[in-house]
């Protein structure tokens, strides 16, 4: 594995360059392993984000698909005193859409969830989706937070997809829908759910800065 960009930091909604000034939570997309998930093999390598400050120890394996897992070794974003860096196993699976072939999901680390995207926010020490940080009510407190992921519901729901269960994962295509329909009305998810993780980003680094605050008191 060369020197590959597994994600984003999260933010510039709507765009699929995404600069890194934008959030403050670096984002792992599947979308990014999609190149080294093609063939049963193990890959290991150094990968590093957009910024080109926060390079990670990558280790791929997908040698047996039942049980392909991703290894990442990075430092802590924290101020925790003690071994700087963290190592994490993260279990991969995946579903098989209508049209063939694999789809690939992360299974979050501490919930379980079936996830495309993983989050290390400041202050943060584990890649972990959106739903583990607890910050669900929190940003829906906002009320921006709370629209986008509804609207972003609606549109999932007109997918084909699950609604609230599954706003931000990529529903297959229905059955009889055009793809040029499909492909116009995924786009304008993608539009939403890249806009939410904006919105989450900084409330996360809101949050975390506020309990840093009281810690400190």
Partial sequence: MSRAQPGNRAGNPGRRQRTAEAGDSYALTIK???PF???????????????????????????DPANAF??????A???RTGDPRVSDRIRLTWTRPTYGGRRWWFLC???????????????GR??????????????????????????????NLKLGGEGWRSWDQEP????????RTYDRRVEQWR???????????HRLARLLGRLRDDEDR
């Fill in 172 to 179: 297959e295509k229905p059955k009889g829908m055009r793809w």
């Fill in 191 to 201: 539009c939403v759910v890249d806009e939410a993780n904006e919105e989450y980003a």
């Fill in 70 to 75: 991703l290894e990442l070794t990075h430092r």
């Fill in 109 to 123: 680390p501490r919930t379980g969830r079936r996830v495309a995207k993983l989050f290390l926010p400041r202050g």
């Fill in 32 to 34: 990014s392993l999609k």
């Fill in 126 to 155: 584990h890649f972990w989706c959106r739903q583990a940080y607890g910050l669900g009510h929190a940003c829906q407190r906002e009320g921006r937070f709370d629209r986008l992921q509804r609207r972003a519901a609606t549109l």
């Fill in 37 to 63: 998930l093609g063939n049963p093999e193990c890959l290991t390598g150094t990968a590093e984000f957009r910024d080109g400050k926060f390079p990670i120890t990558v280790r791929l394996d997908t040698s």
């Fill in 77 to 79: 974003r924290d101020e």
